[in-house]
T-cell receptor
Framework: SQQGEEDPQALSIQEGENATMNCSYKTSINNLQWYRQNSGRGLVHLILIRSNEREKHSGRLRVTLDTSKKSSSLLITASRAADTASYFC?????????????FGKGITLSVRP | SQTIHQWPATLVQPVGSPLSLECTVE??????LYWYRQAAGRGLQLLFY??????ISSEVPQNLSASRPQDRQFILSSKKLLLSDSGFYLCAWSLQGNSPLHFGNGTRLTVT
């Protein structure tokens, strides 16, 4: 079964609106990461949040982590058509050399111009 | 800066034929290397990972194998492809420890 599961599966918004995507996981983690994938391409790392952090920002991205609820959210503010892509959360359970990421199924975001 | 190369971009192979996908990384030493497979609507499945030359860990028993003959080279192979091997194969690298993955552009494999 998937460790991380994103919600919703698909999201369609108007350019300029904010997009909020959620991720839930089942077991304790070392860190949680968000990735973006344009159609037919590899994934690109967006942001990493460690288990002892609650919020991180990077440009128009804001990620929160609630370890008590085992959930994370990715907020994209003032969305643009170029933000159209699939977004994945990935959880890292272990430390050091045993580090391995487990990915969710992804959220398809469409931003209408 | 570091770069990752993965080839070919697309591949159509008949059932029963062999497979060899190659991935190389430049600009870093002793990276962790990974092979993932992405099926439509199913997210990414970790197939193999390697923390050093000749060290391969398999996550899912299947028709595939991986090798790391050099520090920055990772190869995914099969002796006889199955229809179920079709998918989008992604190679990735990371620094040792809990660091982000850097992905190649993937290989779209269609087994006919």
């Amino acid at each position: 079964s998937q460790q991380g599961e994103e919600d919703p599966q698909a999201l369609s918004i108007q350019e300029g609106e904010n997009a909020t995507m959620n991720c839930s996981y089942k077991t304790s983690i070392n860190n949680l990461q968000w990735y973006r994938q344009n159609s037919g391409r590899g994934l690109v790392h967006l942001i990493l949040i460690r288990s002892n952090e609650r919020e991180k920002h990077s440009g128009r991205l804001r990620v929160t982590l609630d370890t008590s609820k085992k959930s994370s959210s990715l907020l994209i503010t003032a969305s643009r058509a170029a933000d159209t892509a699939s977004y994945f959360c990935a959880t890292d359970l272990y430390t050091g050399a045993n580090s391995k990421l487990t990915f969710g199924k992804g959220i398809t975001l469409s931003v209408r111009p | 800066s570091q770069t990752i190369h993965q080839w070919p971009a697309t591949l159509v192979q008949p059932v029963g034929s062999p497979l060899s996908l190659e991935c190389t990384v430049e600009g870093t030493s002793n990276p962790n290397l990974y092979w993932y497979r992405q099926a439509a609507g199913r997210g990414l499945q970790l197939l193999f990972y390697s923390v050093g030359i000749g060290q391969i860990s398999s996550e899912v028993p299947q028709n595939l194998s991986a090798s790391r003959p050099q520090d920055r080279q990772f190869i995914l192979s099969s002796k006889k492809l199955l229809l179920s091997d079709s998918g989008f194969y992604l190679c990735a690298w990371s620094l040792q420890g809990n660091s982000p993955l850097h992905f190649g552009n993937g290989t779209r494999l269609t087994v006919t």
